[in-house]
Nanobody, 124 residues
Framework: QVQLVESGGGLVQAGGSLRLSCAASGLTRDLYAMGWFRRAPGKERDFVAAIGWSERTAYLADSLKGRVTISRDNAKNTAYLQMNSLKPDDTAVYYC?????????????????WGQGTQVTVSS
């Protein structure tokens, strides 16, 4: 059974940083891409970033470039999302996803597995 468990969310002041983690278990193929999405209140689930097996194949949402980085440690089956210079508009539930897709895949429906989400709240 595949499980994705996010951690690292919380309350942070504008301008602060957070590092989200996604621990995966049960994935039988290391070649799965891992991605991050977020859903702000009243909005759709939006793509944030994704990374392929190799860290050289990372892809970020244009609106977040310069503020977020994605990485993964395949030995630990864990993906990370580092977010800096956080803004109140970054407030959302952040979800980890995994799928047998290219890391340029931005559509949530293309991903096979999802975590339960972790809340990120940025205060002004």
């Amino acid at each position: 059974q595949v499980q994705l468990v996010e951690s690292g969310g919380g309350l942070v002041q504008a301008g602060g940083s957070l590092r989200l983690s996604c621990a995966a278990s049960g994935l039988t193929r290391d070649l799965y891409a891992m991605g991050w999405f977020r859903r702000a209140p009243g909005k759709e689930r939006d793509f944030v970033a994704a990374i392929g097996w190799s860290e050289r194949t990372a892809y970020l949402a244009d609106s977040l470039k310069g503020r977020v980085t994605i990485s993964r440690d395949n030995a630990k089956n864990t993906a990370y999302l580092q977010m800096n210079s956080l803004k109140p508009d970054d407030t959302a539930v952040y979800y980890c996803a995994a799928g047998n897709v290219a890391p340029t895949t931005t559509q949530p429906a293309q991903y096979d597995y999802w975590g339960q989400g972790t809340q990120v709240t940025v205060s002004s």
